[in-house]
């Protein structure tokens, strides 16, 4: 049985995770805007969208995982990657 695969922006709410997260990973925790990626409903994997800095769960296999979230980011709208971009306004040609 597969578990679900969630991507999203973390939030303040995220940030126990995000610490034990890069704890689990012996690294800094993340700051700023970070995409998360839960997998069985824990978060296994987080991406910096400032620096592409990524933390991940050494005892899950979260390298296709970081792979989806730097994928995910290189997509994103540039200004502002969290938001959903606006969908943009060609003038009709008559």
């Given at each position: 049985?597969?578990?679900?695969?969630?991507?999203?922006?973390?939030?303040?709410?995220?940030?126990?995770?995000?610490?034990?997260?890069?704890?689990?990973?012996?690294?800094?925790?993340l700051?700023?805007?970070?995409?998360?990626?839960?997998?069985?409903?824990?978060v296994?994997?987080?991406?910096?969208?400032?620096?592409?800095?990524?933390?991940?769960?050494?005892?899950?296999?979260?390298?296709e995982?970081?792979?989806?979230?730097?994928?995910?980011?290189?997509?994103a709208?540039?200004?502002?990657?969290l938001?959903?971009?606006?969908?943009?306004?060609?003038?009709?040609?008559?």
């Open positions: 049985m597969t578990s679900p695969l969630v991507l999203r922006p973390a939030t303040a709410v995220d940030s126990p995770a995000l610490e034990r997260l890069a704890a689990l990973d012996s690294a800094r925790p700051t700023g805007e970070v995409l998360l990626a839960y997998a069985g409903g824990d296994r994997a987080a991406v910096s969208l400032e620096t592409g800095r990524a933390v991940a769960d050494p005892f899950y296999p979260s390298g995982l970081v792979a989806l979230l730097r994928a995910a980011v290189g997509r709208p540039r200004r502002s990657r938001r959903a971009a606006r969908p943009v306004r060609r003038p009709v040609l008559a």
